[in-house]
T-cell receptor, first 117, second 112 residues
Framework: DTGVSQNPRHKITKRGQNVTFRCDPI?????LYWYRQTLGQGPEFLTY????????KSRLLSDRFSAERPKGSFSTLEIQRTEQGDSAMYLC???????????????FGEGSWLTVV | GDSVTQMEGPVTLSEEAFLTINCTYT??????LFWYVQYPGEGLQLLLK?????DKGSNKGFEATYRKETTSFHLEKGSVQVSDSAVYFC???????????FGTGTRLKVLA
């Protein structure tokens, strides 16, 4: 079990460019989450997948953001036409859910830092 | 909506001091409660959790008791070490939801 893996770990981009982050969850985890964390704040929910289906998106996720999880394995988060306000750490997490249970633990990756200049 | 409130940091302690980080929550259902720790430049790691009232979660000398009557889940450790310096996040999830709600985090700095 190698844990949740994210790349790139750091990305500096110019305003207006597109960026893509990849997340490889713990194998056999059927649920995958994306969160965003800014300095001095806790993680904020963006979206989640159950297998390959994207089941919910936060209002924080504008039309410039898109996430996919083809084949229910790895996931990508793409940000189009980046803005300075997109600068944050993007965290991926995964869990195995057999039944809906509030005690299910989610496991985080180390995050991908985005700086938009 | 559901929310988590943590005491503001930073909290600065000397090594071997007693630690308390306060956390209170608001939830419409019956949440499970979590403490996560984040070391510099890293993601969040689960520290402990409690899934029902009066449960006590514990790990690495840290403890927290789920108090339904006071809607609290305070984190405690009897003797902190320099290596405990990190940011601590309290979080909740409720049955039937798919997302965890996090507090804003409390930075702990332990001095040798």
């Amino acid at each position: 079990d190698t844990g949740v893996s994210q790349n790139p770990r750091h990305k500096i981009t110019k305003r207006g460019q597109n960026v893509t982050f990849r997340c490889d969850p713990i194998s056999e985890h059927n649920r995958l989450y994306w969160y965003r964390q800014t300095l001095g704040q806790g993680p904020e929910f963006l979206t989640y997948f159950q297998n390959e289906a994207q089941l919910e998106k936060s209002r924080l996720l504008s039309d410039r953001f898109s996430a996919e999880r083809p084949k229910g394995s790895f996931s990508t988060l793409e940000i189009q036409r980046t803005e300075q306000g997109d600068s944050a750490m993007y965290l991926c997490a995964s869990s195995f859910v057999r039944t809906e249970y509030s005690g299910n633990t989610i496991y985080f990756g180390e995050g991908s830092w985005l700086t938009v200049v | 909506g559901d929310s988590v409130t943590q005491m503001e940091g930073p909290v600065t302690l000397s090594e071997e001091a007693f630690l308390t980080i306060n956390c209170t929550y608001t939830a419409t259902g019956y949440p499970s409660l979590f403490w996560y720790v984040q070391y510099p430049g890293e993601g969040l790691q689960l520290l402990l959790k409690a899934t029902k009232a009066d449960d006590k979660g514990s790990n690495k000398g840290f403890e927290a008791t789920y108090r339904k009557e006071t809607t609290s889940f305070h984190l405690e450790k009897g003797s902190v070490q320099v290596s405990d310096s990190a940011v601590y996040f309290c979080a909740l999830s409720t049955s039937g939801t798919y997302k965890y709600i996090f507090g804003t985090g409390t930075r702990l700095k332990v001095l040798a």
